[in-house]
């Protein structure tokens, strides 16, 4: 079945320690990519896309995520979180004029 | 506020009585869609609008559900003889057709079925 899986249901950090949250996803052919979060509280926000050309996508607050079609991944990456990223972070795939969710990863950071 | 609104953003409702929800989307787009996010999951597709057409539908959509958006403005979600396993958030979102057409989502309205 087609699918978007993320490996990570919670994962807590420290303030300063590097991001990295895995994206697989099952589709062959062409695919749009994207993270959203969803801060507590508020509804859900786009966080980066690619569509097409760089592979390493540069998104808002200092995430970037790469694709590497090859391994049908998508990671989303941030060197330094801070508390206020405190989040969930939903990895997913527009395909026919849909978009398929991950179920998405929990991050806490600890101040 | 010009993004995407949803009312009401809290319902509760008793078993087998019906509810409608209600999305306006962002003004200039013409696309709008609907999903439905439960606990621990993330949001899955129902159905989808170009203006006023219903292009597709999910297997998720029983026949207790019916969506329109008559003018291609607004739209409405209603559940019939609503169950408890209907409990989740309804979430809208909208965009401009195409490769850059990314969605923005509304609130959400979450839904009680006690």
């Known amino acids: 079945a087609q699918s978007v899986s993320q490996h990570n249901h919670h994962v807590i950090l420290s303030e300063a320690a590097s991001l990295e949250l895995g994206c697989n996803y099952s589709?062959?052919?062409?695919?749009?990519l994207f993270w959203y979060v969803q801060y507590p509280g508020q509804h859900l926000q786009l966080l980066l896309k690619?569509?097409?050309?760089?592979?390493l996508v540069k998104g808002i607050k200092g995430f970037e995520a790469e694709f590497i079609k090859s391994r049908f991944s998508f990671n989303l990456r941030k060197p330094s979180v801070q508390w206020s990223d405190t989040a969930e972070y939903f990895c997913a795939v527009k395909r026919d004029d849909k978009i398929i969710f991950g179920k998405g990863t929990r991050l806490h950071i600890l101040p | 506020d010009t993004g995407v609104s949803q009312d009401p953003r809290h319902k509760i409702t008793k078993r087998g009585q019906n509810v409608t929800f209600r999305c306006d989307p962002i003004s200039e787009h013409n696309r709008l869609y609907w999903y439905r996010q439960t606990l621990g999951q993330g949001p899955e597709f129902l159905t989808y609008?170009?203006?006023?057409?219903?292009?597709?539908k999910s297997r998720l959509l029983s026949d207790r559900f019916s969506a329109e958006r008559p003018k291609g403005s607004f739209s409405t979600l209603e559940i019939q003889r609503t169950e408890q396993g209907d409990s989740a958030m309804y979430l809208c979102a909208s965009s401009f057709p195409g490769l850059a057409g990314e969605q923005y989502f509304g609130p959400g309205t979450r839904l009680t079925v006690t």
């Open positions: 609008f170009q203006n006023e057409a219903q292009l597709e």
């Open positions: 690619y569509f097409s050309g760089d592979p």
């Open positions: 589709y062959g052919g062409t695919v749009n």
